[in-house]
């Protein structure tokens, strides 16, 4: 059949979901070491900041378009914001098992929006 195509949904793992989240904080440290270097050492070309800046602003997207409220507050506080498992507990006001269940039900929602990241 000419022209016409297959959608696939491809899935990653939570694992490789999980590694990709974090990977935020260590651009945001890539980016503050940049601009300290740059500052420095006047050497501006150490780090395509747009690019770093890009991959952030997906991560964030993705997070931010989870419809449910309890999941997307735990990314945020966990994977943005660098919150333990325990202060995103406190901060949701459920138990810290609860916590780990919510994290794998919302790398599961999330890695769908993850899977054109990689």
Do not use: P
């Not at 378009?65 to 943005?80: P, V, W």
């Not at 006001?93 to 916590?99: D, H, K, T």
Request: charged share 25%; with cysteine.
């Amino acid at each position: 059949m000419e022209g016409s195509f297959i959608e696939e949904k491809v899935n990653i793992s939570r694992c490789e979901c999980d590694r990709i989240l974090r990977s935020y904080r260590e651009m945001n440290s890539i980016l503050r070491s940049s601009r300290s270097w740059g500052r420095n050492f006047g050497d501006d070309g150490f780090v395509d900041e747009t690019a770093v800046q890009a991959q952030m602003y997906s991560i964030r997207s993705a997070i931010l378009n989870i419809e449910d409220a309890k999941m997307r507050m735990f990314l945020y506080h966990y994977y943005i914001k660098g919150q333990t498992h325990k202060n995103c507990a406190k901060i949701l006001g459920i138990s810290l098992r609860s916590v780990y269940r919510l994290k794998n039900q919302a790398l599961d929602r999330i890695a769908i929006d993850l899977v054109n990241f990689t």
